[in-house]
Nanobody
């Protein structure tokens, strides 16, 4: 069992930055691939970024490529999402999630989900 708790959301102006954190419980965190997803008001949840269990592999949605960076610290059981050059269209609830298989992240086929943190980008 893995429990995930996101933090770091808030209100930021367009062009600004935020860093989201996702703290995981359990001693097996380092064996899970992790992903960040988001859901904007009135829209379906979408994939944002993925990172393999070791951190060696990462992948991003086209909409955030070059602006967002996913990373993890397995010693701290935490995964991060650094978000730069934020745009109003990045406004959403951001969720972190864990999967035993890296390939499953791209299908949003995750084993565990956090409850999300709200990011609001004003124009």
């Amino acid at each position: 069992q893995v429990q995930l708790v996101e933090s770091g959301g808030g209100l930021v102006q367009a062009g600004g930055s935020l860093r989201l954190s996702c703290a995981a419980s359990g001693r097996t965190f380092s064996s899970y691939a992790m992903g960040w997803f988001r859901q904007a008001p009135g829209k379906e949840r979408e994939f944002v970024a993925a990172i393999s269990w070791s951190g060696a592999s990462t992948y991003y949605a086209d909409s955030v490529q070059g602006r967002f960076t996913i990373s993890r610290d397995n010693a701290k059981n935490t995964v991060y999402l650094q978000m730069n050059s934020l745009k109003p269209e990045d406004t959403a609830v951001y969720y972190c999630a864990a999967s035993q298989f890296y390939r499953n992240v791209f299908d949003s086929n995750m084993d565990y989900w956090g409850k999300g943190t709200l990011v609001t980008v004003s124009s």
